[in-house]
Protein backbone atom coordinates (compact mmCIF):
# COMPACT_ATOMS: atom_id res chain seq x y z
CA UNK A 1 0.00 0.00 0.00
CA UNK A 2 1.67 3.48 -1.28
CA UNK A 3 2.22 5.85 1.91
CA UNK A 4 0.00 8.70 2.57
CA UNK A 5 1.68 12.07 3.01
CA UNK A 6 1.06 15.52 2.86
CA UNK A 7 0.73 17.05 -0.56
CA UNK A 8 3.44 20.29 0.41
CA UNK A 9 6.16 17.74 1.05
CA UNK A 10 6.48 16.54 -2.44
CA UNK A 11 8.81 18.40 -4.63
CA UNK A 12 5.73 18.91 -7.21
CA UNK A 13 3.12 19.00 -4.44
CA UNK A 14 2.13 22.83 -5.21
CA UNK A 15 2.58 21.76 -9.01
CA UNK A 16 -1.25 22.82 -10.76
CA UNK A 17 -0.29 19.56 -12.30
CA UNK A 18 0.46 17.30 -9.57
CA UNK A 19 -2.02 15.03 -9.90
CA UNK A 20 -1.03 14.26 -13.69
CA UNK A 21 2.80 14.14 -12.35
CA UNK A 22 5.22 11.94 -13.06
CA UNK A 23 6.42 11.46 -9.55
CA UNK A 24 2.97 11.84 -8.08
CA UNK A 25 3.22 7.84 -7.08
CA UNK A 26 6.06 8.48 -4.77
CA UNK A 27 5.42 8.16 -1.26
CA UNK A 28 6.19 9.38 1.81
CA UNK A 29 8.92 6.64 2.33
CA UNK A 30 11.05 7.74 -0.75
CA UNK A 31 9.89 11.53 -1.50
CA UNK A 32 13.20 12.53 0.25
CA UNK A 33 15.09 10.63 -1.91
CA UNK A 34 12.93 12.15 -4.92
CA UNK A 35 13.58 15.62 -3.43
CA UNK A 36 17.35 15.09 -3.51
CA UNK A 37 17.48 14.81 -6.88
CA UNK A 38 15.14 17.01 -7.39
CA UNK A 39 15.82 20.66 -9.29
CA UNK A 40 14.28 23.44 -10.32
CA UNK A 41 15.51 26.08 -12.59
CA UNK A 42 14.59 29.26 -14.64
CA UNK A 43 15.66 29.27 -18.46
CA UNK A 44 15.57 32.83 -19.90
CA UNK A 45 14.00 32.92 -23.59
CA UNK A 46 16.27 31.33 -26.21
CA UNK A 47 18.17 29.57 -23.68
CA UNK A 48 18.96 25.51 -24.72
CA UNK A 49 17.86 23.28 -22.21
CA UNK A 50 19.51 20.27 -23.55
CA UNK A 51 22.13 19.71 -27.26
CA UNK A 52 21.11 17.11 -29.52
CA UNK A 53 23.58 14.55 -29.09
CA UNK A 54 24.43 15.25 -25.66
CA UNK A 55 24.05 12.18 -22.90
CA UNK A 56 21.01 12.29 -21.01
CA UNK A 57 20.98 13.34 -17.14
CA UNK A 58 17.79 13.29 -16.24
CA UNK A 59 13.93 13.59 -16.62
CA UNK A 60 13.03 16.97 -17.70
CA UNK A 61 8.96 18.37 -16.97
CA UNK A 62 8.16 21.93 -18.02
CA UNK A 63 6.12 23.36 -15.50
CA UNK A 64 6.13 27.31 -17.18
CA UNK A 65 6.78 28.33 -20.47
CA UNK A 66 7.52 26.86 -24.04
CA UNK A 67 10.38 24.66 -25.47
CA UNK A 68 10.86 24.20 -29.00
CA UNK A 69 12.55 20.19 -29.76
CA UNK A 70 14.03 20.90 -32.82
CA UNK A 71 16.56 18.56 -34.89
CA UNK A 72 19.58 19.48 -36.27
CA UNK A 73 20.28 18.06 -40.00
CA UNK A 74 23.97 17.38 -41.49
CA UNK A 75 23.78 20.08 -43.66
CA UNK A 76 23.24 22.74 -41.18
CA UNK A 77 19.58 22.75 -41.26
CA UNK A 78 17.52 22.51 -38.76
CA UNK A 79 14.10 21.06 -38.35
CA UNK A 80 10.91 22.05 -35.66
CA UNK A 81 9.85 18.38 -34.26
CA UNK A 82 7.29 19.95 -31.69
CA UNK A 83 6.23 22.04 -28.99
CA UNK A 84 6.14 21.71 -25.78
CA UNK A 85 4.45 22.85 -23.01
CA UNK A 86 3.69 23.00 -19.42
CA UNK A 87 3.18 20.06 -17.84
CA UNK A 88 4.55 17.85 -20.72
CA UNK A 89 8.10 16.01 -19.89
CA UNK A 90 10.86 15.82 -22.32
CA UNK A 91 13.61 14.45 -22.80
CA UNK A 92 12.29 11.12 -21.58
CA UNK A 93 13.20 9.38 -25.16
CA UNK A 94 16.99 9.35 -24.26
CA UNK A 95 16.40 8.41 -20.85
CA UNK A 96 14.68 5.36 -20.99
CA UNK A 97 16.91 4.50 -24.23
CA UNK A 98 20.32 5.21 -21.78
CA UNK A 99 21.01 7.29 -24.93
CA UNK A 100 21.96 10.89 -26.29
CA UNK A 101 19.34 13.19 -27.00
CA UNK A 102 17.76 13.30 -30.46
CA UNK A 103 16.81 16.56 -30.48
CA UNK A 104 17.97 19.78 -28.56
CA UNK A 105 15.23 22.05 -26.91
CA UNK A 106 15.48 25.66 -26.76
CA UNK A 107 13.45 27.87 -24.79
CA UNK A 108 10.85 30.25 -26.72
CA UNK A 109 9.81 32.54 -24.00
CA UNK A 110 10.96 32.59 -19.98
CA UNK A 111 10.55 28.95 -18.96
CA UNK A 112 11.02 26.79 -15.88
CA UNK A 113 12.11 23.39 -15.92
CA UNK A 114 11.81 20.79 -13.31
CA UNK A 115 14.44 17.96 -13.81
CA UNK A 116 15.05 14.46 -11.60
CA UNK A 117 18.80 13.59 -12.64
CA UNK A 118 18.97 10.44 -14.30
CA UNK A 119 20.55 8.31 -11.17
CA UNK A 120 17.61 9.07 -8.52
CA UNK A 121 15.39 8.77 -11.51
CA UNK A 122 16.28 5.38 -12.58
CA UNK A 123 16.03 4.53 -8.44
CA UNK A 124 12.55 5.99 -7.95
CA UNK A 125 11.27 3.23 -10.92
CA UNK A 126 12.76 0.48 -9.29
CA UNK A 127 10.64 0.90 -6.24
CA UNK A 128 7.33 2.56 -8.05
CA UNK A 129 6.49 0.83 -11.23
CA UNK A 130 3.60 3.44 -11.51
CA UNK A 131 6.39 5.88 -12.21
CA UNK A 132 7.24 3.66 -15.28
CA UNK A 133 3.28 3.41 -16.45
CA UNK A 134 3.20 7.19 -15.98
CA UNK A 135 5.66 7.30 -18.45
CA UNK A 136 4.93 4.39 -20.63
CA UNK A 137 1.34 6.59 -21.32
CA UNK A 138 3.06 9.49 -22.15
CA UNK A 139 5.75 7.71 -24.73
CA UNK A 140 2.11 6.30 -25.97
CA UNK A 141 0.52 9.65 -26.37
CA UNK A 142 3.82 10.98 -28.16
CA UNK A 143 3.44 7.99 -30.65
CA UNK A 144 -0.17 8.72 -31.53
CA UNK A 145 0.27 12.34 -31.97
CA UNK A 146 3.43 11.49 -34.60
CA UNK A 147 0.74 9.24 -36.32
CA UNK A 148 -1.96 11.72 -36.14
CA UNK A 149 0.50 13.93 -38.10
CA UNK A 150 0.61 11.02 -40.62
CA UNK A 151 -2.23 10.96 -41.35
CA UNK A 152 -3.26 14.33 -41.54
CA UNK A 153 -0.02 14.69 -43.96
CA UNK A 154 -1.95 12.32 -46.28
CA UNK A 155 -5.59 13.25 -46.27
CA UNK A 156 -6.03 16.77 -45.97
CA UNK A 157 -4.49 20.01 -47.79
CA UNK A 158 -1.72 21.82 -46.82
CA UNK A 159 -3.90 25.09 -45.98
CA UNK A 160 -6.61 22.86 -43.69
CA UNK A 161 -3.38 21.75 -41.87
CA UNK A 162 -1.89 25.66 -41.71
CA UNK A 163 -5.16 26.56 -40.50
CA UNK A 164 -5.46 23.59 -38.12
CA UNK A 165 -2.40 24.66 -36.24
CA UNK A 166 -3.26 28.22 -36.55
CA UNK A 167 -6.12 27.48 -34.26
CA UNK A 168 -4.07 25.21 -31.94
CA UNK A 169 -1.77 28.64 -31.13
CA UNK A 170 -4.38 30.53 -31.14
CA UNK A 171 -5.89 28.92 -28.01
CA UNK A 172 -2.74 28.39 -26.52
CA UNK A 173 -1.27 32.32 -27.23
CA UNK A 174 -4.29 34.28 -28.38
CA UNK A 175 -7.04 36.74 -26.87
CA UNK A 176 -9.94 38.28 -27.61
CA UNK A 177 -9.83 41.37 -29.28
CA UNK A 178 -12.70 42.84 -30.58
CA UNK A 179 -14.74 40.70 -32.48
CA UNK A 180 -11.43 38.48 -33.94
CA UNK A 181 -8.70 36.44 -31.53
CA UNK A 182 -4.96 37.78 -31.98
CA UNK A 183 -1.91 36.49 -30.77
CA UNK A 184 1.73 37.06 -31.54
CA UNK A 185 3.34 33.91 -33.15
CA UNK A 186 6.45 32.52 -30.97
CA UNK A 187 8.17 30.91 -33.36
CA UNK A 188 9.24 32.05 -37.28
CA UNK A 189 6.85 31.12 -40.42
CA UNK A 190 9.81 28.51 -41.16
CA UNK A 191 8.91 26.92 -37.86
CA UNK A 192 5.07 26.59 -38.72
CA UNK A 193 6.29 25.27 -42.55
CA UNK A 194 8.40 22.42 -40.51
CA UNK A 195 5.40 21.80 -38.52
CA UNK A 196 2.99 20.73 -40.77
CA UNK A 197 5.70 19.37 -43.14
CA UNK A 198 5.52 21.30 -46.22
CA UNK A 199 8.53 23.08 -48.21
CA UNK A 200 9.05 26.33 -46.21
CA UNK A 201 8.70 28.58 -49.69
CA UNK A 202 4.90 26.79 -49.50
CA UNK A 203 4.38 28.86 -46.49
CA UNK A 204 4.13 32.10 -48.20
CA UNK A 205 1.28 30.81 -50.78
CA UNK A 206 -0.79 29.45 -47.70
CA UNK A 207 -0.86 32.40 -45.60
CA UNK A 208 -1.96 34.44 -48.95
CA UNK A 209 -4.46 31.57 -49.54
CA UNK A 210 -6.06 32.13 -45.74
CA UNK A 211 -6.13 35.79 -46.05
CA UNK A 212 -7.69 35.39 -49.50
CA UNK A 213 -10.35 33.40 -47.38
CA UNK A 214 -11.01 36.13 -44.60
CA UNK A 215 -10.44 34.11 -41.94
CA UNK A 216 -7.01 35.30 -41.12
CA UNK A 217 -4.55 38.61 -41.47
CA UNK A 218 -1.36 38.41 -40.69
CA UNK A 219 1.74 41.09 -40.03
CA UNK A 220 5.09 39.63 -39.78
CA UNK A 221 4.26 37.60 -36.52
CA UNK A 222 1.16 39.29 -35.64
CA UNK A 223 -1.94 36.77 -36.38
CA UNK A 224 -5.71 37.96 -35.93
CA UNK A 225 -8.25 35.50 -36.58
CA UNK A 226 -12.33 35.75 -37.66
CA UNK A 227 -14.49 33.26 -35.55
CA UNK A 228 -14.34 31.24 -32.68
CA UNK A 229 -11.80 28.40 -31.34
CA UNK A 230 -14.70 25.70 -30.30
CA UNK A 231 -14.70 25.43 -34.29
CA UNK A 232 -11.19 23.79 -33.66
CA UNK A 233 -10.87 20.03 -34.89
CA UNK A 234 -7.73 19.07 -33.37
CA UNK A 235 -5.54 15.88 -35.14
CA UNK A 236 -6.41 13.50 -31.62
CA UNK A 237 -8.99 13.77 -28.97
CA UNK A 238 -6.69 15.10 -26.19
CA UNK A 239 -5.71 18.46 -28.52
CA UNK A 240 -9.49 18.67 -28.88
CA UNK A 241 -10.37 18.49 -25.41
CA UNK A 242 -7.16 20.94 -24.16
CA UNK A 243 -8.50 23.02 -26.78
CA UNK A 244 -12.17 23.38 -24.88
CA UNK A 245 -10.47 23.92 -21.64
CA UNK A 246 -8.28 26.82 -22.84
CA UNK A 247 -11.35 28.33 -24.62
CA UNK A 248 -13.10 28.04 -21.34
CA UNK A 249 -10.90 30.57 -19.87
CA UNK A 250 -10.60 32.95 -21.75
CA UNK A 251 -14.07 33.75 -21.48
Known sequence: MADVFDPPHHPCGRCIFYEKSLWHPVGLGS?????????????????VLFEQGAPNRGVFCVSKGLFALRSHNADGSSTLMRLAYPGEII??????????????????????????????????????????????????????????????????????????????LMARHGAPEGDEMHMQLPMTRSDLADLIGVQRETMSRLVKRLEEDGVYRFSGREVWMQGVLEDYQGETEAEREEVRLLVQRLR
Open 31 to 47: VSQLTGGFSRREIAQGE
Open 91 to 168: GFRSFLGQGEHQTEARALMPSRVCTVARMSAERLIRHHPAILERLMVRAVAEIDRSHARIIAAATTSNKERLAKLLAW
